[in-house]
């Protein structure tokens, strides 16, 4: 009775330890996959887990957690999304349009690719952003930024309306009347 007892005692312990064992590859799969993108360190990190038998995997896991990386893919992703948010706080002045890299709020062109970073007021000489419509420092107006006054279509300018009013012989031709085809006026 004793032995049978011992017999089910040993069995019950070995499947509980082969249940731990699998337990434990199972949780570093999972977790190295969510820390590394790397195929090549999440199958060496199930293998140092799975390189020591049931009941002994407490090695291979307290290796695994040593040399894990230290945050998963989500933790880096949301820092890297706060660190943008930042430094758009701080404002895109200090970044180059073209290349993004950064680049000192004073630099007219950037150094990397050249790009032109800022306007030079005509008055005063000051660095000025395209975006402003008058220089902060001695209220010129930038003649870039004035807005352009264009005639809407309805309005023909004069210079407009003299060449269409000139026959094939350079001659002054009169326009047709209402109820006249548009082809009457350029007969002789």
Sequence with gaps: MEEQL??????IGGVWAMLLWISIVVWVYRDVRDRSRDSSLQLLSVF??????????IPGLALYLMLRPR???????????????????????GACPSCRRLTDKEFHYC????????DQCAKCERLLSFSWVACPYCNTTRPSAAPSVK???AE???TVEALSSIG??????TPPEAGEPETARFQH
Excluded: H, W
């Design 6 to 11: 011992a017999v089910i005692a040993a069995v």
């Design 48 to 57: 140092v887990v799975l390189m020591f038998f049931p009941g002994f995997n």
């Design 71 to 93: 945050d998963t893919l989500e933790e880096a992703y949301a820092r890297s999304l706060e660190e943008e948010a930042l430094l758009r706080e701080l404002g895109d002045e």
């Design 111 to 118: 150094p990397s690719c050249q790009t032109q970073l800022k």
């Design 151 to 153: 005639p809407s279509g």
């Design 156 to 158: 023909a300018s004069p």
């Design 168 to 173: 094939e012989e350079g001659q002054a031709q």
